[in-house]
C-alpha cells in the first residue's frame, strides 16, 4: 500500500472541489440514526449515581462509545469537519507527511483530535470506539482480499459493543469503464500534474502514475518548477466481495448505498458506502 510522500504537499490544493462538507454531514446523519456515538454537546450525564467506582465505569464507557475514528485520515480535514460537529475523534494514516499537515490543521482549529502513525492492516487502538469511518476510498488502496479481511477484522475488533463502520469504495465498474486507461491534467498556478491511469483487469488494479510540477522560485529565465513522481495502486471491489468479507471479520451489514445519490446500488454505481455493525465478538 502505497504511502503519499512528496504529493501530501500538494494533496489539499488538488482536492479543493471534494465536497468533505456534505461528506461529514451525510456520515453525522448515518451515526445519529444507525451509531451509538454521540457528540460532545449531545451526550448527557450518566446520571446521579452514589456508588463512585461505578460512576468512573460509566464515564470510561461513555467515553469510548463516543470515540469516531477516521480510517486513512489523510491531511485530516474530514477528520477536522467531522471534530467541529463535536465528535471525539481519532486519525490514523500511514503517510508521516500527510499527518503533519493534519496535526496543523488540528493546532489551528484548536481541536483535540489524537492523530496515530499507522498502517490499517495493523491497526492498534488503546481501547474501543464507537465508529469507524474510513472514505474517499481508503480501503481500495487494500489490493488483496487476504488484507481487507485483517484490516475489517481489527476494525471490528476495536469497535464498542454494537458500534459501527461507514466506510466507501470505488467499484470494478468505475475502473473498468470510466477512469481505467486515461489521463487526467490539471494545472494551477502554483502546481500542475499529469495523471496517468492503467487498469489491470486480471488482478481488478487500477494504477495511477502521478507527474507533479510545483513552483519552486524563479531565475533569470522565469518561474521554476520542482518535478516529482509517484505511483499508486488501487483495486476495485465488487459489492458482493466487499459484503462477503465484512460477515467473514464477525460483522453485519444494514446499509449498502450509492455513494453519488444515496439511493440503490445499480450496476453503474461508481463508489459505494457500506454500513456495517459489530454484532457480538462472542457470536
Known amino acids: 500500500m502505497e504511502s503519499y510522500s512528496d504529493f501530501a504537499k500538494v494533496y489539499d490544493t488538488f482536492m479543493d472541489e471534494t465536497p468533505y462538507e456534505a461528506w461529514s454531514d451525510f456520515l453525522d446523519e448515518l451515526i445519529k440514526k444507525y451509531g451509538i456515538s454521540a457528540t460532545k454537546n449531545a451526550d448527557g450525564a450518566a446520571g446521579e449515581n452514589t456508588d463512585c467506582q461505578k460512576v468512573q465505569e460509566e464515564n470510561v464507557l461513555r ?3 463516543n470515540l469516531v475514528l477516521d480510517l486513512g485520515c489523510g491531511t485530516g480535514t474530514l477528520t477536522e469537519i467531522m471534530a467541529a460537529k ?6 490514523v494514516d500511514n503517510s508521516q507527511e500527510m499527518l503533519s499537515i493534519a496535526m496543523e490543521k488540528r493546532e489551528k482549529a484548536g481541536s483535540s483530535t489524537l492523530y496515530l502513525l499507522q498502517d490499517m492492516r495493523e491497526l492498534e487502538l ?8 474510513s472514505v474517499c476510498d481508503c480501503v481500495n488502496y487494500l489490493l488483496e482480499e487476504e488484507e481487507l479481511l485483517q484490516t475489517f477484522k481489527l476494525v471490528n475488533n476495536y469497535l464498542y459493543p454494537g458500534g459501527i463502520f461507514i ?7 468505475k475502473y473498468e469503464q470510466v477512469i481505467g486507461d486515461t489521463t487526467i491534467a490539471e494545472s494551477r498556478e502554483e502546481c500542475s500534474f499529469i495523471w496517468d491511469n492503467y487498469y489491470h ?20 529565465y522565469g518561474e521554476t518548477f520542482r518535478r516529482f ?6 483495486r476495485g471491489y465488487t459489492l458482493e466481495q466487499m459484503t462477503g468479507l465484512i460477515k467473514e471479520a464477525g460483522m453485519t451489514v444494514e446499509l449498502v448505498l450509492d455513494a453519488d445519490s444515496h ?10 458506502y457500506i454500513l456495517a455493525r459489530e454484532r457480538g465478538k462472542n457470536e
Open 167 to 173: 466506510f466507501d469504495f470505488n467499484t470494478v465498474y
Open 126 to 133: 488503546y481501547s474501543t470506539v464507537g465508529t469507524v469511518i
Open 63 to 65: 467515553t469510548e462509545r
Open 263 to 272: 439511493g440503490a446500488v445499480t450496476k453503474e454505481s461508481q463508489r459505494i
Open 229 to 234: 513522481q509517484e505511483s499508486h495502486y488501487q
Open 86 to 91: 463535536g465528535y471525539d475523534m481519532i486519525g
Open 201 to 220: 483487469p486480471e488482478e481488478q488494479i487500477n494504477e495511477y502514475d502521478l507527474t507533479i510540477f510545483v513552483k519552486d522560485g524563479e531565475d533569470e
